[in-house]
C-alpha cells in the first residue's frame, strides 16, 4: 500500500460509526452504497482538499485548464503514463466531442468513483511513492451473506498491466476499494466496520475472475487476504501470468463446448 492510499485509510477511519439516511424502498446494490459514496467523498475531499474528484470531474477540470490540448491524443496525453491514461480516459468519441459546454457527465463504466491525486497540483504527477490512488466504495449488510460484488474487469486490469509492463518504470496508479460494513435501523444505515484494500496487495493468483460475468473479478473486501508485497511491476507481471494461465483454460473449455456442438453437424 502506498503513503497516500495509506494516508487515504487514515481519513477514512471516522467512518466507522457514522450513519447516513435510509434511501426508501429496498437496501439492495447501489441503493444503499450510494450514500456511503457520498460520505467518503465529502471526507475525503475535507481531509484532502484541492486533491480529491469524481472521476469525470476530474477530467473536466483537466481539459478546462488546458484549452489548447485540443486533439484526443493531446487530451489523452494530459492523463499522466500510458497505463494510468487507459484507466482514466473517455473513448476517442466522446474525448473529441468534449467541450466547457458539453462537459463529461458520470459515467457507470468509469474506472472509479473517486480519484485522488498526490498533490494539490492539478496535473497527473506520479512517483513510485505517492502515485494516483482510483477508489470505488463497495457496500456490505452486516447481517446478510451475499455474493462477492464485481470489483473491476480483468481484461481491463490485464491491458493496463500490459501498457505497464512495456512502458513504464513504476505502477503510476493504485487501486483501492473501500470496502463498508453497515447496520439498518428504521431511519438510518450505520457503518459499523471499514477495510481499505489496494488491489496491488492482493495475491494475484488469489483473484477470482467469473468469466461468464462479463470477466469480472469479484471478492468482499472484508474476506479477501492483502499478503502481497512485491512491486508494483511484480504485480502486474504475476497478474499477467495469472490472467493469461486462466485464459488458456477457458480457451480450451470452449473450444471442447464448440467440438462437441460441431460433431453432430
Same mark, same amino acid.
Request: contains cysteine; aromatic residues 8%; glycine residues 4%.
Given at each position: &500500500?502506498?503513503?497516500?492510499?495509506?494516508? /487515504?485509510?487514515?481519513?477514512?477511519?471516522? +467512518? *466507522?460509526?457514522?450513519?447516513?439516511?435510509?434511501?426508501? %424502498?429496498? +437496501?439492495?446494490?447501489?441503493?444503499?452504497?450510494?450514500?456511503?459514496?457520498? +460520505? *467518503?467523498?465529502?471526507?475525503?475531499?475535507?481531509? &484532502?482538499?484541492?486533491?480529491?474528484?469524481?472521476?469525470?470531474?476530474?477530467?473536466?477540470?483537466?481539459?478546462?485548464?488546458?484549452?489548447?490540448?485540443?486533439? *484526443?491524443?493531446?487530451?489523452?496525453?494530459?492523463?499522466?503514463?500510458?497505463? +494510468?491514461?487507459?484507466?482514466?480516459?473517455?473513448?476517442?468519441? $466522446?474525448?473529441?466531442?468534449?467541450?466547457?459546454?458539453? @462537459?463529461?457527465?458520470?459515467?457507470?463504466?468509469?474506472?472509479?468513483?473517486?480519484?485522488?491525486? @498526490?498533490?494539490?497540483?492539478?496535473?497527473?504527477?506520479?512517483?513510485?511513492?505517492?502515485?494516483?490512488?482510483?477508489?470505488?466504495?463497495?457496500?456490505?449488510?452486516?447481517?446478510?451473506? $451475499?455474493?462477492?460484488?464485481?470489483?473491476?474487469?480483468?481484461?481491463?486490469?490485464?491491458?493496463?498491466?500490459?501498457? $505497464?509492463?512495456? $512502458?513504464?518504470?513504476?505502477? @503510476?496508479?493504485?487501486?483501492?476499494?473501500?470496502?463498508?460494513?453497515?447496520?439498518?435501523?428504521?431511519?438510518?444505515?450505520?457503518?459499523?466496520?471499514?477495510?481499505?484494500?489496494?488491489?496491488?496487495?492482493?495475491?494475484?493468483?488469489?483473484?477470482?475472475?467469473?468469466?461468464?460475468?462479463?470477466?469480472?473479478?469479484?471478492?468482499?473486501?472484508?474476506?479477501?487476504?492483502?499478503?502481497?508485497?512485491?512491486? %508494483?511491476?511484480?504485480?502486474?507481471?504475476?497478474?499477467?501470468?495469472?490472467?493469461?494461465?486462466? /485464459?488458456?483454460?477457458?480457451?480450451?473449455?470452449?473450444?471442447?463446448?464448440?467440438?462437441?456442438?460441431?460433431?453432430?453437424?
Amino acid at each position: &500500500m502506498s503513503s497516500l492510499s495509506r494516508d /487515504l485509510e487514515r481519513a477514512l477511519s471516522s +467512518l *466507522v460509526g457514522q450513519s447516513v439516511p435510509r434511501p426508501s %424502498g429496498t +437496501l439492495a446494490g447501489h441503493a444503499a452504497g450510494l450514500p456511503f459514496e457520498r +460520505l *467518503v467523498d465529502k471526507i475525503l475531499r475535507q481531509v &484532502m482538499p484541492g486533491q480529491t474528484y469524481r472521476h469525470f470531474e476530474l477530467l473536466n477540470e483537466i481539459y478546462r485548464r488546458n484549452p489548447t490540448q485540443t486533439s *484526443v491524443d493531446e487530451r489523452y496525453s494530459l492523463l499522466g503514463p500510458p497505463s +494510468l491514461q487507459y484507466l482514466l480516459r473517455r473513448g476517442k468519441a $466522446a474525448t473529441e466531442k468534449w467541450s466547457t459546454s458539453e @462537459p463529461f457527465e458520470e459515467k457507470q463504466n468509469d474506472t472509479a468513483e473517486i480519484v485522488v491525486l @498526490p498533490s494539490k497540483k492539478l496535473a497527473i504527477e506520479v512517483d513510485h511513492v505517492r502515485p494516483v490512488c482510483l477508489v470505488d466504495v463497495k457496500t456490505q449488510d452486516a447481517d446478510k451473506k $451475499a455474493q462477492a460484488p464485481n470489483i473491476i474487469s480483468a481484461e481491463k486490469v490485464a491491458n493496463t498491466c500490459r501498457l $505497464a509492463l512495456t $512502458a513504464e518504470k513504476f505502477l @503510476p496508479f493504485e487501486l483501492v476499494y473501500v470496502g463498508v460494513k453497515w447496520n439498518a435501523s428504521k431511519s438510518q444505515l450505520i457503518c459499523n466496520e471499514l477495510r481499505v484494500v489496494s488491489l496491488t496487495q492482493i495475491n494475484p493468483a488469489d483473484l477470482y475472475i467469473n468469466w461468464a460475468a462479463g470477466l469480472q473479478i469479484q471478492f468482499h473486501p472484508f474476506e479477501v487476504a492483502t499478503t502481497y508485497r512485491n512491486d %508494483g511491476l511484480n504485480w502486474a507481471r504475476d497478474y499477467l501470468k495469472n490472467f493469461c494461465s486462466q /485464459l488458456e483454460q477457458r480457451i480450451e473449455k470452449e473450444t471442447e463446448k464448440l467440438k462437441s456442438f460441431k460433431s453432430i453437424l
